[in-house]
């Protein structure tokens, strides 16, 4: 396989299993409102590739949702003359299709996902944190090591999957 067809295909795995198997952390920096975020997600133990991918594609929704609902105005627009009520009937018929279907394609796993958030305040001086700092941060250690010793091969997917379940158990529901 050529290297661009293999970096590529990297790329396809990246976008549709998301940088690891076990879940994501969210980080919103600093912004106007002097607050940052840190959110610590936990699939389910066992949780497969196709799971993980309706799983990120429920997450990103809003935003891919929006922009293909532009899209399909715009095109309802190039064909129908200035923006419409059928186009805003289209691109609303996108967004909310989308919504419709992954929501009942993840029905069953989104109850199963478990979540721990942190949050920051950095005014008045000096930051004022509210959440499990511990949990987040020995759960997402925990999980990160765990991964990197599993793709090198150092650990059983097993033993992966039980270690997995330990930080998901610890996580509140």
Not at 13 to 20: K, L, Q, S
Not at 37 to 58: H, K, S, Y
Not at 66 to 77: D, I, K, S
């Amino acid at each position: 396989m050529p290297a661009h067809a293999h970096r590529a295909s990297r790329l396809v795995t990246r976008v549709t299993d998301g940088a690891h198997c076990w879940g994501r952390l969210s980080e919103r920096p600093v912004g106007r409102t002097m607050w940052s975020t840190r959110t610590l997600v936990v699939f389910a133990p066992g949780t497969d590739r196709r799971e993980r991918a309706l799983l990120r594609a429920w997450h990103a929704w809003g935003t891919v949702g929006a922009v293909l609902g532009v899209v399909a105005m715009a095109a309802t627009a190039s064909v129908t003359g200035p923006l419409t009520l059928a186009g805003l009937a289209v691109g609303a018929v996108v967004y909310g299709s989308g919504f419709a279907v992954l929501g009942a394609a993840t029905r069953r796993l989104r109850p199963l996902v478990r979540s721990c958030t942190v949050t920051t305040f950095h005014g008045n001086g000096r930051p004022e944190v509210h959440g499990d700092v511990r949990l987040l941060t020995v759960g997402l250690d925990t999980l990160s090591l765990l991964e990197t010793a599993l793709r090198s091969g150092r650990i059983t997917p097993v033993e992966f999957e039980l270690a997995w379940s330990d930080v998901w158990r610890s996580m509140p529901r």
